[in-house]
Structures are given as C-alpha cells and as structure tokens.
C-alpha cells in the first residue's frame, strides 16, 4: 500500500508541477495517426476488457487516453493558429483603415 501512494503521489506530483500551458506529449504511444487508429485501439481496450484475465486492458485505455489528448492538443493548435491568422487579418485591416 505504501509503494502504491508513493507511486500516486509522484504522478500528483507531476501533474501539479508541469507547465498547464504546455501539455504533455507521450510520443512512445505514437505509432500511426491518432484519427486513423482512435476507433481500433477503443476497441482493442473493448475486447480486452472482456477476456477473463483483463491483462492489456489498463494498458490498451491509456493508449485510447492518450489518443483522445493528441487529438485534444491538434484541435488547440488549430485555434491557436486560425486565431493567430485571424488577428493578423484584423491587424492589417485596422492598419488599412488607419492610412
């Protein structure tokens, strides 16, 4: 039980001191294209979940977990940049109108 905390609070830990601005890439779990691969790795995690020993399950869902934050951190990055294009736009209309 007490390897179990310490296990737990380190990942705390982690998460409490990791630059909120910055999310945190896992690039071992990378193999293909996470929108190519979002349906089939949910539903190894699925299956494996019925098999009567579960032993990939945690495994296979973290995988899934981490498919849906790659997703989660491109979608950020798409704002950001349509935003960034957006103000850029605005900025040189304002400039236009102020000649």
Known sequence: MVQIQSLMRAVI?????NNG???LVITRVKE????????ARLERAIFDSCEEDCKATPSR????GEDIRSLSISAVESIRALLS?????????LRLHGA
């Open 85 to 93: 294009g957006c103000l850029s736009a605005m900025i040189f209309g």
């Open 13 to 17: 830990n982690f998460y409490s001191f």
């Open 61 to 64: 869902y973290a995988i899934w």
């Open 32 to 39: 293909h294209n996470s929108e190519n691969m979002f349906m």
């Open 21 to 23: 601005n910055a999310p």
